[in-house]
């Protein structure tokens, strides 16, 4: 691509001496002759203290925000951001992959993850192929890519969804975080349809947001750049994000009247848990069963049908999708032959195991077990919130191991087992983890629930530097085929 091409419709000074340009890059290590290198400004590191490097492995061609010190035969566009400026130069080099999809963007405090991969599995179900970028990763077809940032730099989004396009995917769901619309990785994305989950006080501090209102601002920066809009009409901040959106609104609530509604919710455990409700669209009503438990699958079944209908699939497709609709790592099964249920869940706070574990309660099993370990290095408040929670609620917690990094998994297992003890809730320690799920499937109950909380979709420990592969699907599936 000459570079007069990539740099069309972008706004900056310096003069352009066209020449070939074969990539972008912003990591001075993978800089070469005929990139374009890009000097972000991180919150740990300025890419313009890098662009000497860059030049020495052959770059002439910078994006910067100010003039740097670099021989004469550097080429140096300043603009007032670069990381905006990535955001538009990814989109050219790329094609601009999003008119030839059908995107939807999602934001909100929770969910994100959830609403995604269930619409990528309504979708697919429905004989649609999609993609997903988000906190999990990139998946489409059979393809995944390892994602680092929920939403990932502006170029590393726009080569997913060119790869995507060119794959044969018709739509893909983005999680949209507000740092990701903070540091523009989502300009320059025409979303067909953008979401609007939830909002609550989070990533407030340190380098991220300075302020709850700072926060809020950014998520309703995505109702910029949609063509329609699906917002939660149950949350409480809906009607400030309303009166702020142009675009064509629809709603949804399993609380009152809106566009797309639910009532008579049931919980349903009938060989799995989920959900059962009326869905009521247009004056009709129909039975929805979503096999995913709790009133929040509800709220994502709502999201995926109202999606779905914006991007005209058949609303009986999309009933049937939605009774086989699974997350990984999210409130996921673990399909067993045995008279209980475990599930794989990434709940990994206080606020997270509160609301997974009441929403199993819901279903009255007859016992009720969590499984986790607490991260090395972490704050000794989030290991108490989250011993308090599964003591209190929880028929016995299994204290075992989570990514302890440097610290002691013994030792951290011991503070979480002293939390537990001062409330008087009953645990027993098994530091190994997977010797920790067997002794779980063990012990179980007919009726009981088993929760194996903290790595959800991960599958690998951190311990001491290093990432070592570990499943708990596997290990779940590995002891009922050695019985």
């Known amino acids: ?49 890098y662009v000497k490097n ?36 990814s989109c050219n080099f790329f094609g601009d992959p999003a008119k030839e999809l059908a995107v939807v963007g999602i934001t909100g405090t929770k969910g994100k993850t959830t609403v995604t991969n269930m619409l990528r599995s309504v979708f697919d179900g429905c004989g649609v192929k999609s993609g997903v970028i988000g906190t999990i990763g990139a998946f489409w077809g059979d393809r995944f890519e390892p994602t680092v940032n929920t939403t990932p730099e502006s170029y590393e989004t726009q080569r997913l969804l060119r790869t995507m396009a060119d794959d044969g995917c018709k739509a893909v769901f983005i999680e949209v975080s507000s740092l990701g619309l903070k540091q523009h990785r989502s300009d320059c994305i025409d979303f067909d349809t953008a979401v609007f989950t939830n909002l609550s006080p989070d990533h ?59 009532s008579d919710l049931r919980f349903i455990r009938e060989g799995k848990l989920g959900m059962e409700f009326t869905l009521t669209h247009n004056g009709e009503n129909d039975l929805c069963r979503v096999g995913m438990p709790g009133v929040f699958s509800v709220y994502n079944a709502l999201t995926a049908a109202a999606v779905a209908d914006g991007l005209g699939i058949d609303k009986q497709t999309v009933f049937t999708a939605l009774k086989d609709a699974r997350v990984k790592g999210r409130m996921e099964p673990v ?4 008279d209980f249920d475990v599930l794989i869940d990434y709940a990994h706070n206080g606020l997270s195991f509160k609301s997974v574990i009441e929403t199993v309660k819901a279903y009255n099993p007859s016992g009720l077990i969590a499984l986790y370990g607490c991260v090395g290095g972490r704050a000794q408040v989030r290991r108490k919130e989250m011993a308090s929670i599964s003591g209190a609620l929880c028929d016995l917690t299994i204290v075992s191991t989570d990514d302890p990094q440097f610290e002691d998994p013994a030792e951290i297992a011991k503070e979480v087992a002293s939390y537990i003890e ?10 190994d983890r997977a010797e920790a799920i067997r002794y779980a499937l063990q012990h179980a109950q007919n009726g009981n629930i088993i929760l194996l909380l903290g790595k959800g979709h991960e599958e690998f420990m951190k311990v001491k530097g290093e990432s070592i592969p570990f499943s708990e699907r596997k290990v779940v599936e590995d002891y009922y085929k050695t019985l």
């Open 54 to 89: 860059a030049y020495d492995k052959g770059c002439r061609v910078f994006a910067v925000e100010h003039e740097v010190e670099l021989p004469d035969d550097a080429q140096q566009l300043i603009f007032a951001d670069t990381r905006a400026a990535l955001a538009r130069l």
């Open 204 to 262: 407030i501090g340190g380098t991220e947001h300075e302020s709850f209102e700072e926060y809020a601002y950014w998520k309703k920066q995505l109702f910029k750049q949609c063509k329609k809009a699906v917002l939660n009409a149950d949350d409480a901040f809906c009607a400030e994000f309303r009166n702020e959106i142009q675009c064509p609104v629809v709603t949804f609530s399993a609380e009152g009247a809106s566009d797309f509604a639910a």
């Open 335 to 338: 399909e067993i032959p045995a």
């Open 422 to 431: 001062e409330i008087g809730g009953r645990y027993e320690i098994v530091i």
């Open 1 to 49: 691509m000459k570079l007069s091409e990539l740099l069309q419709n972008a706004v900056y000074t310096g003069s352009v001496a066209d020449c070939d340009i074969t990539d972008i890059v912003y990591d001075s290590r993978k800089a070469l002759a005929d990139t374009v290198f890009c000097a972000l400004c991180g919150a740990a590191a300025d890419g313009h203290n």
